[in-house]
């Protein structure tokens, strides 16, 4: 489904965030990238997603055969890559479900599916509303103005039922929720695993994998992997951190 390759990147006029990274992730699976602050995990997620302010200098990013990396950020999603951001931003004047309408169809268009009309719309956001926690009512205010944090979460999980993508890329979904909060995401996650559909999860904390069990751990520093592992993976980072003291 993805195949980065010695992937070389930097911020524009800024410091570089990727150092030959390589990671392959198949169809069906769930990865998870966890590592210390400034270790390059936002920026692989923002790199995957077209984010304008990066540059790639070196490798490939190859996404269900096509190159990622030549693509512009809409095409993107209309190939099916989905990111839910670490700070999702708002737009105050376009209500939740205009800006859902919106993009979904744009997406179907340019598929050459049929167009959703609003009544579906309408109906498939309140129901994805409810499996989130989110209060459907809030679908008829401006996008993400004036929620919280965790409701601005619980939005991006909602988009992500909606959108239907293939390549699930969550930056930090899981910061500052609740335990409730918590759980309710991951049940709507895990809802969403099938073969034909893969995450890439970044996060800081163990306690997310409690209810989303991945098949690989990732550990990223200075811009490349530098261990990977199966799930026990995080119980070890958990214990010993990303940088246990040799033993005497």
């Known amino acids: 489904m993805l195949a980065i390759e010695n992937l070389h990147a930097e911020v524009e006029g800024g410091p570089k965030v990727a150092n030959g990274l390589t990671l392959e992730l198949q169809a069906g699976s769930v990865h ?104 459907p009512s809030m679908l008829k205010r401006a996008l993400n103005d004036g929620f919280s944090g965790g409701e601005k979460k619980r939005n991006e999980i909602l988009q992500l039922l909606l959108m239907q993508p293939k390549l699930v890329i969550l930056d930090e979904t899981d910061s500052g929720l609740d335990i409730d909060a918590l759980k309710t995401i991951a049940s709507a996650i895990n809802s969403m695993r099938d073969k034909s559909r893969t995450f890439l999860i970044i996060t800081h904390y163990q306690r997310l994998l409690d209810y989303i069990k991945p098949d690989a751990i990732h550990v990223l520093s200075k811009g490349v992997i530098t261990q990977s592992g199966g799930a026990e993976l995080a119980n070890e980072l958990e214990k010993h951190g990303y940088n246990p003291k040799p033993e005497e």
């Open 32 to 135: 998870v990238i966890m590592g210390p602050n400034g270790s390059g995990k936002t920026s692989l997620s923002n790199i995957l997603a077209g984010h304008p302010e990066y540059k790639v200098t070196q490798g490939k990013a190859l996404f269900d055969g096509q190159d990622l990396l030549a693509m512009a950020p809409e095409d993107r999603v209309i190939a099916g890559v989905f990111m839910a951001f670490q700070y999702p931003v708002s737009l105050p004047g376009v209500t939740t479900l205009n800006f859902l309408q919106t993009t979904i169809n744009h997406v179907l268009k340019k598929q050459g599916k049929p167009l959703m009309d609003a009544y579906d719309v309408i109906q498939k956001a309140q129901a994805a509303a409810k499996q989130v926690g989110l209060d």
